[in-house]
Structures are given as structure tokens and as C-alpha cells.
């Protein structure tokens, strides 16, 4: 069977659902095709399903730190209102009859299965083929990676997915990863009375972030009672029908009910058929423009293009996509000022280059600190107060590259740091301006300071 259509998208998470629906209500004959469901990873098992999660482990850690702050309160975890406000909530029971009507409501036509080019304006879904006479759009995402670990393959392990859908929780879990999913997990699950260790191959959780955030995070990590091996090399696994037993290069094995695998994500190009457009199709995500161009009549956005696995970063370029097409002036992608945050307790935020990466691409760099807790409002907070603000300058050019807001509220005092980042504002301008007293974010102006 074929079909036709102006523009078809390939992948109707964040960022392809929020451009099939736009291209749709204006006017535009758009097919959106989708394996799975609409929406993505995100609002069924990813950024929405886990903040849920961290949210209900944050309310235990603060009951817990009511004790010598306002009284005194017994408080008994029960994952049961979590699971299942994650599956009427959040996810509608994994249910994406919402998502897809609604962008058909709009005028959009949704094809389920998996597409892939074959060929200049040609995708082929099932025995379909869809003809686009003016665009197409590969917004695929990625998949958990799964390490080539002896032993690992056909065994019960988790992804995320199977750790947001988990009802009843085991009495012990073991993390393949530390870095931001990896992390947050394992202080939800904890939180909860899990056993929870962590096993990160790197020197130190969280490895594309500053040390101190690592630092930070396997402090408090370990404080509440999880156990965190770095630097460690698996050999191989095994399950006996009942516990997993990991092998790690020496030292002993470490047991638990559960393994969760948060190892990373990727993307699997060779599936969208892209060498049928000149596209090598071993390379570990789509080469694209600044204009979101793979090839000829070709974009791409997303996790799949390498710029960072995050729906903001879906939802950005989206807007670069839709205006290139509909032939609108275009701003082109800039990821200079790309935040992340990994909601931890405290929260991790930063944005643009880490002091390494900086002094890497070659620049005179120039760091600045201050600790949460020596801040008035770190002060004030107490107990859960642990933090600091990093700033990192390119002290030729008097401009902020980079910034790291751990703390409390980490990933909303970034959103002043992003905007310094991006807009190139110069420090001696953030050295005089007024912050409002007391907040956390006034520990940017300490650290401003701290800069010389």
C-alpha cells in the first residue's frame, strides 16, 4: 500500500509530536508514525514517571528531617500511592489514546509501526510505503544501551522502564551506573528500604559533571545508607532464578534481588535506513546541521542527533525544524548554554563546559565557588542544605562558559546561570547586579566574588 503525504515523522516522542502537531495545525499534510506511543520516553517512563518518584522519596527525606527542626513525626514508605499514581497519572495505564488523538485532532495522521527511509522522500512502515513530497523527519530517540556483559542477556535485569513500572519492590537492588538516572533511581528505591549499590566504572558518580558534584552526590548517596563501588570492572553475571550475583575484577561479588542496568542510552541508526540517503549508518547518531539537516529533504531532532538526551533539547530543535520547513527565517541550533539537571537530593544542575572542558578547548579559565551551607538561606535550611554554585569564565573574554547549581533547588537557581551562559553577560555585569536576599541563588553572587 502507499501513501502520501507532505511531511512524515519518524518517532512521536517530545520533540516529533510537538512538530507533527504544529506542522498539522498549520495546514501541513503531516504523518507522524510511532512504534510505540505517542509521547515518548518521557511522559511514560522518563522525565515525568521518575519525577513523581523522586517527589515521594523527597516528602520521606523531609519528614525525616523534621526532628530537631519543628517536633517530631513517624513516617511509615509505602511505594503503593507512588505505582500507582505513576500508572493513572502519569501514564494512563501506558495507554497513548490521549496523545494520538489529539494530535489528530489537529489534523495529523498517525501510522503505527516502525519506519525508515528507502530512499530520498520514501518510508516504508510495515508493507506501507509513504511518499513525502516535502520533508522527513527522524526523531527515533534511543534505548537503554545495554552492556555486553558475559551472562547478562536473557536474565530478569531492568532498564528505567522496568524500574518505573515495578510495583512491588524488592528488598535489594544493584545499579549498573552512576550517572544521572542511575543516581536518581537508587535514592528513590533507598529511600523506600531498598538495599541499594551502586557500581560505577568511572572514578566517580555522575562523570560528565564537575568532581565536587560527584563528590556531593556519593556523600549524601552514602549517608543514607547505599553502598557505592567505583572505578569497578564487571566480569560477568549471573541469575539463579531467584538473585543476581554480579562479578566484579577484584573484589568480591555483589548480590542483591534485583539488577537494574542504567549503563546509558543509544541510538540504533542503522534501522532508519539513512544509507539510502548517503548517511553512514554506523555512526553513533545522525549527523546534523545547524538547521537540523541530515541530507536532502532529511532532518533529524532529538536524542538521535548526539546534542543531549533531553525533552528540552527535542522541544528546542523541534522549533529550528518547523521553521526551516514551513521556510520561516531559522535561528540556528546552539547548544553553548545546553543545561541538565539530575534531581537528586540536593539537585545537580549545570550548563555549558565544565572547568575541564574548558581548560581542554583551550581557554584561560577561571573558576569561582561557594557552599550552600554558608549561605544565608543554606544556613537557614539546615538540615538537607548540602550544596554549592561553581562558576567557570573564560577570563579573557570577562564572560561565564560554564556553571554547576548543586543544592536544594539546584535546578531552578541554574535558570539564572543559563541565561548568563547564553547571553554572554558579562561577570563584572553579574558582579553588580542586585540578588534578592535570602534565596539560594544568592550564592551566585559569593561565587561571583570567589572569581577574583
Known sequence: MTESAEVVVVGMGPGGEELAGQLASAGVDTIGVEGRLVGGECPYWGCVPSKMMVRAAGLLAEAGRIPGMAGSVTVTPDWGPVSRRIREEATDHWDDRVAAERFEAKGGRLVRGWGRLDGPGRVVVGDTVIEASRAVVLATGTAAAVPPIPGLEGTPSWTNREAIEVEDLPASLTVIGGG??????????????????????????????????????????????LE???????????????????????????????????????????????????????????????????????????????????????????????????????????????????????????????????????????????????????????????GFVKLVEDAERGILVGATSAGPAGGE??????????????????????????????????AVADLG
Open 180 to 225: 544521572a538516572i542511575g543516581v536518581e533511581l537508587s535514592q528513590v528505591f533507598a529511600r523506600f528500604g531498598v538495599a541499594v549499590t551502586i557500581l560505577e566504572g568511572a572514578e566517580r558518580l555522575l562523570p560528565p559533571e564537575e568532581p565536587e558534584a560527584g563528590d556531593l552526590i556519593a556523600g549524601v548517596l552514602a549517608a543514607e545508607g
Open 228 to 386: 557505592i563501588l567505583t572505578g569497578v570492572r564487571i566480569s560477568s553475571v549471573a541469575h539463579d532464578g531467584n538473585r543476581f550475583r554480579v562479578h566484579l575484577e577484584g573484589r568480591e561479588p555483589v548480590t542483591a534481588d534485583r539488577l537494574l542496568v542504567a549503563a546509558g542510552r543509544k541510538a540504533d541508526i542503522a534501522a532508519l535506513g539513512v544509507g539510502t540517503v548517503g548517511v553512514d549508518e554506523t555512526a553513533r547518531f545522525l549527523p546534523v546541521d545547524d538547521h537540523l539537516r541530515v541530507a536532502e529533504g532529511v532532518w533529524a531532532l532529538g536524542d538521535v542527533t548526539g546534542k543531549g538526551a533531553f525533552t528540552h533539547v527535542s522541544m528546542y530543535q523541534a522549533a529550528i525544524v518547523l521553521d526551516d520547513i514551513l521556510g520561516r527565517p531559522v535561528t540556528p541550533a546552539d547548544y553553548r548554554a545546553l543545561p541538565r539537571v539530575t534531581f537528586t537530593d540536593p539537585e545537580v544542575g549545570s550548563v555549558g563546559l565544565s572547568e575541564q572542558a574548558a581548560r581542554d578547548a583551550g581557554l584561560t579559565v577561571r573558576t569561582g565557588s561557594a557552599q550552600i551551607p554558608s549561605s544565608s538561606r543554606g544556613w537557614i535550611h539546615k538540615v538537607g542544605n548540602e
Open 413 to 446: 537557581v541554574l535558570g539564572l546561570l543559563t541565561l548568563a551562559v547564553h547571553a554572554e553577560v558579562p561577570v563584572e555585569t553579574l558582579r553588580h547586579m542586585i540578588y534578592a536576599y535570602p534565596t539560594f541563588h544568592r550564592a551566585v553572587e559569593a
